[in-house]
């Protein structure tokens, strides 16, 4: 059963940059995509970034393209999710899950593992 935890979030100003990361416990993810999710206070929870499991192929919401970008290291069994220009709009709980699949997908209903969420708090 493979285990995720996000880390990196925080409180930041409008303009500037986190760096998430999700890591896998409990087995690895090297032959899995991984996406980030995002939910803000009262609203559902939408597709941020996702990458297949080799890394080459990624894809992105266009609220964040440009902006955000998703990258693995499957030697260390980690993905990142790098967030530059962040406006008060990207705050939200970030969700990190994984899929039982290679390819990458936006759904979050194919996905099979969730961490916890890390908290993004952007100041305006």
């Known amino acids: 059963q493979v285990q995720l935890v996000e880390s990196g979030g925080g409180l930041v100003q409008a303009g500037g940059s986190l760096r998430l990361s999700c890591a896998a416990s409990?087995?690895?993810?090297?032959?899995?995509?991984v996406g980030w999710f995002r939910q803000a206070p009262g609203k559902d929870r939408e597709f941020v970034a996702t990458?297949?499991?080799?890394?080459?192929?990624?894809d992105y919401a266009d609220s964040v393209k440009g902006r955000f970008t998703i990258s693995r290291d499957n030697a260390k069994n980690t993905v990142y999710l790098q967030m530059n220009g962040l406006k008060p709009e990207d705050t939200a709980v970030y969700y990190c899950?994984?899929?039982?699949?290679?390819?990458?997908?936006?759904?979050?209903?194919?996905?099979?593992?969730w961490g916890q969420g890390t908290q993004v708090t952007v100041s305006s």
């Open positions: 899950a994984a899929r039982r699949f290679i390819f990458l997908s936006p759904h979050a209903d194919q996905y099979d593992y």
């Open positions: 409990g087995g690895t993810f090297n032959t899995n995509a």
């Open positions: 990458i297949g499991w080799r890394g080459g192929n990624t």
